[in-house]
Nanobody
Framework: QVQLVESGGGLVQPGGSLRLSCVAS????????MGWYHQAPGKERELVAV???????NYADSVVGRFTISINNAKNTVYLQMNSLKPEDTAVYYC?????????????WGQGTQVTVSS
């Protein structure tokens, strides 16, 4: 079984920075892609950034130039560096990984970490 564990959320003032981490563990031989999503109260879960092995990362328009996603393949860990944070970035941030297991590719989710941007 695959597990994703996020860390790094918290309370930060507008203009501040946070770095989220997500470690994937279990029977993992390959990771197709890893990404970050966020969900604000009363809203649907939305893609923030995704990185696929061998390809350039993709970002939501709202975070371009402020957030950077990176991956350490040796550690099965994905990071999200968030700079110039805004109150509208406040949400629960979820890590996602698409991993081949058995005969199919499956999506796995972390438990979520709260990010609150407020003065």
């Amino acid at each position: 079984q695959v597990q994703l564990v996020e860390s790094g959320g918290g309370l930060v003032q507008p203009g501040g920075s946070l770095r989220l981490s997500c470690v994937a563990s279990g029977r993992i031989f390959k990771i197709n892609r890893m990404g970050w999503y966020h969900q604000a109260p009363g809203k649907e879960r939305e893609l923030v950034a995704v990185i696929t092995s061998g390809s350039s990362p993709n970002y939501a328009d709202s975070v371009v130039g402020r957030f950077t996603i990176s991956i350490n393949n040796a550690k099965n860990t994905v990071y999200l560096q968030m700079n110039s944070l805004k109150p509208e970035d406040t949400a629960v941030y979820y890590c996602n990984a698409n991993i081949p297991t058995g005969y199919s590719d499956n999506d796995y989710w972390g438990q979520g970490t709260q990010v609150t941007v407020s003065s």
